[in-house]
């Protein structure tokens, strides 16, 4: 498959002696030069730690046809390049700023299916499961692309709409962020259809510095709205006035909530559309997920019957919500966390009737900026009135929730472990575990607490 009409939304072709047929198109587009594929377009990306102008060559070694440059880079350091090209009989395509004219292609790439249902999902948490158990339901009734993982952001979001094709007849693509004005990007190369927002919470908070711009950061996923698309906003969501206000098309407040059962680890029983679905994801947030991602399939015209089929079928993500039972039962929801995630997750093990003990591993929580020590704290109480048998604490943020945990001094005070070395939390957790607990692992991504998961299988 080759990426046909891509060539007009790239700047003209720098002369390299390059044979490139002038109507070709390109077999995929990619960032990084370890996966680039015979007929790859190559976007060369500046960056703090590593520019991909210095890979440009090993890019056409593995069979780029060519490369998106920085004019900038052609008259300084990377002046070599046009040489590398012709070496190799590969095209320069020269810009200001390659970051800006990747989006651009990935919009122009997206014009050529104009048939495509374009579905966004931003929000503070929940938004790759949300996506995950949405595609799960649609692909019932119609075919759906998704992006991959959570390649959701200023370079995975247009990366992963290079996947689409004329068979596709959804696409339902994560929205992240890693700065503010990243969505409102996003969403021009996307031009959703319909977008939702799963919540508004403390993840980013350090760089964003308040709910209140969060919200306004996640309310962009709106920004290109002509009148036509369709907002969904969780109706319980202490923003939701906020997030609906002069929204430039239609507005769903869906429910967060239905009539459900618990069944613990084992997912929940609720009650939707006047059908009774077996849900295997654990937790109350996970329900809320469900009701998010069921909400956007209802706007996509997806039938209640294909609804309950889908949801049936949702399989647990890596660590979210994964389940790994064995002499001692682990809940690995350690891919990242929040304040907001940390505590549901706190609270889910809390309210699970089990016979055994309960140890509740905590990693430190980043990108939380000036909020960090504050939300640490708020961790620590839930972690000091929770039902915990056993407490281990893991990396430097994490000493905000052990000052709180010394503090209580009560005969009920839980026994605590503070360390910021892998290796030492894995040995104290290997010794304390015994046959029969629960053990929750959560914390964010750079903590990588699923590297636990093998010695307490092993033990």
């Not at 998106?68 to 090209?85: D, H, R």
């Not at 991959?148 to 979001?157: C, I, R, V």
């Not at 908070?205 to 906003?233: H, N, Q, V, W, Y």
């Not at 472990?417 to 015994?434: A, C, D, G, I, R």
Request: one cysteine or more; a neutral charge; hydrophobic letters at 45%.
């Amino acid at each position: 498959m080759t990426f046909g009409g891509l060539r007009a939304a790239l700047p003209d072709a720098i002369a390299t002696g390059a044979a490139l047929e002038a109507d070709a198109g390109f077999s995929s587009v990619c960032i990084d030069s370890r996966v680039c594929r015979a007929g790859a377009l190559f976007v060369c990306l500046p960056g703090t730690a590593r520019d991909g102008h210095h890979y440009a060559e090993a890019a056409f070694k593995a069979g780029a046809v060519a490369a998106l440059v920085e004019k900038a880079k052609l008259s300084g350091e990377m002046s070599g390049l046009k040489a590398t090209a012709q070496q190799y009989g590969a095209l320069l395509f020269a810009t200001d700023n390659t970051l800006h004219a990747l989006q651009d292609a990935a919009k122009a790439y997206l014009e050529q299916f104009p048939h495509l249902l374009k579905i966004g999902v931003t929000g503070s948490s929940g938004k790759t499961t949300v996506k995950e158990i949405a595609g799960a339901i649609i692909s019932c009734e119609k075919n759906v692309v998704m992006n991959k993982g959570n390649l959701n952001s200023e370079t995975g979001l247009p990366l992963s709409v290079f996947e689409v094709r004329a068979e596709h007849e959804a696409g339902i693509f994560e929205m992240g962020m890693n700065r503010a004005g990243e969505i409102r990007e996003l969403s021009r190369v996307l031009k959703p259809h319909i977008a939702l927002i799963t919540n508004i919470g403390e993840a980013h908070i350090g760089m964003l510095g308040s709910l209140e711009a969060i919200a306004a950061e996640k309310k962009a996923a709106f920004s290109g709205f002509t009148g036509k698309e369709t907002a969904l906003i969780p109706s319980s969501d202490a923003f939701r006035d906020t997030l609906a206000h002069e929204v430039n098309g239609k507005v769903v407040l869906y429910e967060t909530v239905c009539p459900a059962t618990d069944l613990g680890l084992d997912g929940t029983e609720l009650e939707l559309d006047g059908a009774r679905i077996r849900f295997p994801l654990p937790g109350a947030h996970n329900l809320k997920n469900a009701l998010a991602a069921a909400a956007i399939a209802r706007e996509a015209g997806v039938k209640p019957s294909s609804i309950k089929k889908g949801l049936e079928s949702v399989q647990p993500l890596f660590g979210r919500s994964e389940i790994i039972r064995g002499r001692v039962t682990i809940i690995q929801d350690c891919y990242n966390a929040n304040p907001d995630s940390t505590a549901a997750a706190i609270g889910f093990c809390d309210g699970i009737a089990w016979k055994g003990r309960r140890v509740y591993v905590i990693g430190s929580m980043l990108e939380l900026g000036a909020r960090s020590e504050a939300a640490h704290t708020r961790i620590g109480r839930l972690l000091a009135a929770s039902r915990a048998d056993g407490i281990f604490l893991f990396g430097a943020e994490t000493r905000a929730i052990a000052d709180i945990l010394k503090k209580n001094e009560t005969p009920e005070r839980k026994p605590f472990f503070f360390t910021e070395h892998m290796t030492e939390l894995s040995n104290l957790l290997v010794q304390h575990v015994q046959e029969g607990d629960l053990v929750l692992l959560k914390g964010s991504r750079g903590c990588a607490l699923e590297r636990l998961t093998g010695a307490l299988a092993d033990h």
